[in-house]
């Protein structure tokens, strides 16, 4: 600010702590000093008070030192060599002053008071302290243990921790590797908590477990690989058991197949669910030599089933007896004599040998080598696993896909068979060309999509007859698992077929014949 009272270079906002003041001038004693740390003054006599600003020379007039104001705070380029050269009261600001015009002389006055002078070198005073700097220092990050940054963790996976705890454990996984490894798999964790997808296990996760477990220590005793659809299946029934509640056992469960070119439904339990599976599985037990389930509950009605020979009753004349048999209505005590009587088969199947495999199984009615009956055992647990699991509400897959693969393959085996069944009694189209065994025949191409899926050509005219390509009449497409509940029964053989090409009566028979394959 020049001598005259107007504003130079240096704007008065600038003056840090000071109020504005509308006028030519502020003066030194509209600062706001309560706000400013009082400087350590030099000892009296250390400095002329007439030397701290001197103007160009010239000897200060009267009333120099009240008027200067704000403005003594940057002395001219002359007035602060000297006042440099003397005690350096008044140090040198950031910019360079430069007046808009020359200082008029003023008017002499008494020398001012040295604390008069040292305020405005307050205002000069260089690198105040920032408040926002103390909080920086003040939100470093704390110091923690290695004992107290493992049990934060849980929390840090869960990005629950404050900033500064998540960089101290962050600082901290760089430099130790167990923790690292832990944070890792917590982080996992979490994300598996967080996933949008369905909580139903995979199918395929026991299969691929056991083959991780079996491949760093081989079983001792292996299970046959036709055997391990059983396995996998009876396995995955039993979780769904152990997971329902005892009321839940009691549920109304409606069984449906396909019978007399119609359906029929029956309503049971959970629990009369699970002895049906047991009594049936009863037929496999016996092919084994092991003890029949029905012996010991008193039913079965003849000698030989509880002499375990060869059981002349059908898997539904067997169900109908353990059903009329158990009253009150079975509970959940079932599930032990049921599960254990699948551990047993299992485990006989794997001591018996290779030769065990084609040991013919009853039904009754008809036989099957054990390796298909197991299949066919296993196929009646997924479909009746499915049934329970819709009475329950509770989420039920179908098996893997190589699983279902060999169960639509026993099916498809089995149609040739089944045509010549119905066409026996009437339920089915004539022969129109007989073939010498093991000759290709007439055939319909039963394409089979999706889960488990594959390409099947079923004999028309006579079972002993070769399903072949080059003869094929008719073309029929189903999804795999629409095909399963097909021969399953639980769905009519009208509405299975997502696609049909060809002789239309060649492929009404083999879905009628499909759908006849079910049973209780």
Same mark, same amino acid.
């Given at each position: 600010?020049?001598?005259?009272?107007?504003?130079?270079?240096?704007?008065?906002?600038?003056?840090?702590?000071?109020?504005?003041?509308?006028?030519?001038?502020?003066?030194?004693?509209?600062?706001?000093?309560?706000?400013?740390?009082?400087?350590?003054?030099?000892?009296?006599?250390?400095?002329?008070?007439?030397?701290?600003?001197?103007?160009?020379?010239?000897?200060?007039?009267?009333?120099?030192?009240?008027?200067?104001?704000?403005?003594?705070?940057?002395?001219?380029?002359?007035?602060? &060599?000297? =006042? @440099?050269?003397? /005690?350096? !009261?008044? $140090? #040198?600001?950031?910019?360079?002053?430069? %007046?808009?015009? +020359?200082?008029?002389?003023?008017?002499?006055? &008494?020398? =001012? @008071?040295?604390? /008069?002078? !040292?305020? $405005? #070198?307050?205002?000069?005073?260089?690198? %105040?302290?920032? +408040?926002?700097?103390?909080?920086?220092?003040?939100?470093? =990050?704390?110091?923690?243990?290695?004992?107290?940054?493992?049990?934060?963790?849980?929390?840090?996976?869960?990005?629950?921790?404050?900033?500064?705890?998540?960089?101290?454990?962050?600082?901290?996984?760089?430099?130790?590797?167990?923790?690292?490894?832990?944070?890792?798999?917590?982080?996992?964790?979490?994300?598996?908590?967080?996933?949008?997808?369905?909580?139903?296990?995979?199918?395929?996760?026991?299969?691929?477990?056991?083959?991780?477990?079996?491949?760093?220590?081989?079983?001792?005793?292996?299970?046959?690989?036709?055997?391990?659809?059983?396995?996998?299946?009876?396995?995955?029934?039993?979780?769904?058991?152990?997971?329902?509640?005892?009321?839940?056992?009691?549920?109304?469960?409606?069984?449906?197949?396909?019978?007399?070119?119609?359906?029929?439904?029956?309503?049971?339990?959970?629990?009369?669910?699970?002895?049906?599976?047991?009594?049936?599985?009863?037929?496999?037990?016996?092919?084994?030599?092991?003890?029949?389930?029905?012996?010991?509950?008193?039913?079965?009605?003849?000698?030989?089933?509880?002499?375990?020979?060869?059981?002349?009753?059908?898997?539904?004349?067997?169900?109908?007896?353990?059903?009329?048999?158990?009253?009150?209505?079975?509970?959940?005590?079932?599930?032990?004599?049921?599960?254990?009587?699948?551990?047993?088969?299992?485990?006989?199947?794997?001591?018996?040998?290779?030769?065990?495999?084609?040991?013919?199984?009853?039904?009754?009615?008809?036989?099957?080598?054990?390796?298909?009956?197991?299949?066919?055992?296993?196929?009646?647990?997924?479909?009746?696993?499915?049934?329970?699991?819709?009475?329950?509400?509770?989420?039920?897959?179908?098996?893997?896909?190589?699983?279902?693969?060999?169960?639509?393959?026993?099916?498809?085996?089995?149609?040739?068979?089944?045509?010549?069944?119905?066409?026996?009694?009437?339920?089915?189209?004539?022969?129109?060309?007989?073939?010498?065994?093991?000759?290709?025949?007439?055939?319909?191409?039963?394409?089979?999509?999706?889960?488990?899926?594959?390409?099947?050509?079923?004999?028309?005219?006579?079972?002993?007859?070769?399903?072949?390509?080059?003869?094929?009449?008719?073309?029929?497409?189903?999804?795999?698992?629409?095909?399963?509940?097909?021969?399953?029964?639980?769905?009519?053989?009208?509405?299975?077929?997502?696609?049909?090409?060809?002789?239309?009566?060649?492929?009404?028979?083999?879905?009628?014949?499909?759908?006849?394959?079910?049973?209780?």
């Amino acid at each position: 600010m020049s001598g005259d009272g107007r504003e130079g270079g240096r704007r008065d906002d600038e003056v840090r702590g000071a109020r504005r003041i509308p006028g030519p001038r502020g003066a030194v004693d509209d600062l706001d000093l309560e706000t400013v740390e009082r400087p350590v003054l030099p000892p009296p006599g250390a400095s002329a008070p007439d030397e701290a600003v001197p103007e160009q020379g010239a000897p200060a007039e009267d009333g120099a030192a009240e008027e200067a104001g704000p403005a003594d705070a940057v002395p001219e380029a002359g007035a602060a &060599e000297e =006042a @440099e050269k003397a /005690e350096k !009261a008044v $140090p #040198e600001p950031d910019e360079p002053y430069e %007046p808009d015009e +020359p200082d008029q002389p003023e008017e002499p006055e &008494e020398p =001012a @008071e040295p604390e /008069e002078l !040292a305020e $405005p #070198e307050e205002i000069a005073e260089p690198g %105040p302290v920032r +408040p926002h700097a103390v909080t920086a220092a003040a939100a470093s =990050a704390p110091v923690l243990s290695h004992r107290v940054l493992k049990a934060l963790l849980g929390a840090w996976a869960l990005s629950a921790c404050s900033a500064e705890e998540t960089a101290a454990i962050e600082d901290h996984l760089t430099g130790c590797a167990p923790c690292a490894d832990e944070a890792l798999r917590l982080r996992d964790a979490v994300g598996m908590l967080h996933t949008d997808g369905s909580l139903d296990l995979d199918p395929t996760l026991r299969t691929r477990v056991l083959d991780g477990c079996l491949g760093r220590r081989p079983a001792r005793v292996p299970i046959p690989e036709w055997a391990t659809a059983y396995d996998a299946e009876t396995a995955r029934l039993d979780a769904l058991l152990r997971d329902i509640g005892d009321s839940d056992w009691h549920a109304p469960v409606r069984l449906q197949w396909f019978e007399d070119e119609h359906a029929v439904t029956r309503r049971t339990t959970v629990a009369g669910v699970i002895g049906h599976l047991m009594a049936v599985d009863g037929l496999v037990s016996a092919a084994l030599g092991l003890d029949d389930p029905l012996a010991g509950t008193g039913v079965g009605g003849t000698a030989e089933v509880n002499a375990g020979a060869e059981v002349p009753l059908s898997p539904t004349r067997r169900t109908e007896t353990y059903w009329a048999a158990t009253y009150p209505p079975a509970t959940r005590a079932v599930r032990e004599p049921w599960r254990a009587l699948t551990h047993e088969v299992i485990r006989t199947a794997s001591l018996a040998g290779r030769n065990v495999a084609e040991r013919s199984v009853s039904y009754g009615e008809f036989a099957l080598p054990l390796q298909d009956a197991l299949l066919d055992r296993a196929f009646e647990c997924w479909v009746h696993g499915t049934d329970i699991a819709e009475a329950v509400d509770y989420p039920y897959g179908p098996p893997s896909a190589a699983h279902l693969h060999r169960m639509i393959d026993l099916a498809a085996r089995m149609l040739p068979a089944a045509l010549a069944g119905r066409r026996g009694a009437g339920l089915a189209g004539p022969a129109r060309e007989l073939v010498a065994p093991g000759e290709p025949g007439r055939s319909v191409h039963l394409e089979v999509e999706g889960h488990g899926g594959g390409d099947w050509y079923i004999a028309l005219d006579s079972p002993a007859a070769v399903g072949s390509r080059d003869r094929a009449v008719a073309q029929v497409a189903l999804d795999g698992v629409e095909f399963c509940q097909l021969v399953a029964g639980h769905i009519s053989p009208v509405e299975a077929a997502a696609g049909q090409e060809g002789d239309r009566e060649a492929i009404r028979d083999v879905l009628f014949a499909s759908a006849s394959l079910s049973r209780l």
